[in-house]
T-cell receptor, first 114, second 113 residues
Framework: AQSVTQPDIHITVSEGASLELRCNYS??????LFWYVQSPGQGLQLLLK??????LVQGIKGFEAEFKRSQSSFNLRKPSVHWSDAAEYFC????????????FGKGTRLHILP | KAGVTQTPRYLIKTRGQQVTLSCSPI?????VSWYQQTPGQGLQFLFE???????NKGNFPGRFSGRQFSNSRSEMNVSTLELGDSALYLC????????????FGPGTRLTVL
């Protein structure tokens, strides 16, 4: 069965520092991969997605992610975080055969130090 | 273009009651998925509807049910509420069935007393 692991429950970084949020998935087929962000009291917003092609994906708000098949990873990165990036981030995976649900990781809560 | 709307935003119920939550997808979106979000379990998939048909169902008891109407609006129902059903219920819509980019509503916060 497919699964998604986000090893870090909480991460704290200083404003202006770089960020990397980890995501590992377990899936036999070519996965569809997503990163979503959730601010307090709100629904989820898609940051970026990977279906195929270039393994480095650019998203909104200055985020990017790299698909590494050999490591079964899809880590999210940002070169310089802003206080407004404080939120919870979810990695998600879906089957590439368009016949399956999307599975979400448990999330990583990002805290920003001023 | 209006986003996904969910009503009501907040609900307080007591054990044993039933509840119906509503979701209106983005105009033109025909796929609606429902998720339960709790601090301990994270986001768990409930079910997905596309063109009024249930395509997928998560691992939830039969007390959880849903439906989709011809205008793509969806409702989910929980009967015989339990304390553990307290959660944020999120609805997401997309143009085509999963897996695909989903647009989420703000959620309905259900509290069961």
């Amino acid at each position: 069965a497919q699964s998604v692991t986000q090893p870090d429950i909480h991460i704290t970084v200083s404003e202006g520092a770089s960020l990397e949020l980890r995501c590992n998935y377990s899936y036999g087929a070519t996965p569809y991969l997503f990163w979503y962000v959730q601010s307090p009291g709100q629904g989820l917003q898609l940051l970026l997605k990977y279906f195929s092609g270039d393994t480095l994906v650019q998203g909104i708000k200055g985020f990017e992610a790299e698909f590494k098949r050999s490591q079964s990873s899809f880590n999210l990165r940002k070169p310089s975080v802003h206080w407004s990036d404080a939120a919870e981030y979810f990695c998600a995976v879906g089957a590439g055969n368009r016949d399956d649900k999307i599975i979400f990781g448990k999330g990583t809560r990002l805290h920003i130090l001023p | 273009k209006a986003g996904v709307t969910q009503t009501p935003r907040y609900l307080i119920k007591t054990r044993g009651q039933q509840v119906t939550l509503s979701c209106s997808p983005i105009s033109g979106h025909r796929s609606v998925s429902w998720y339960q979000q709790t601090p301990g379990q994270g986001l768990q998939f409930l079910f997905e509807y596309f063109s009024e048909t249930q395509r997928n169902k998560g691992n939830f008891p039969g007390r959880f049910s849903g439906r989709q109407f011809s205008n793509s609006r969806s409702e989910m129902n929980v009967s015989t509420l339990e304390l553990g059903d307290s959660a944020l219920y999120l609805c997401a819509s997309s143009l085509v069935p999963s897996p695909n980019e989903q647009f989420f509503g703000p959620g309905t916060r259900l509290t069961v007393l």
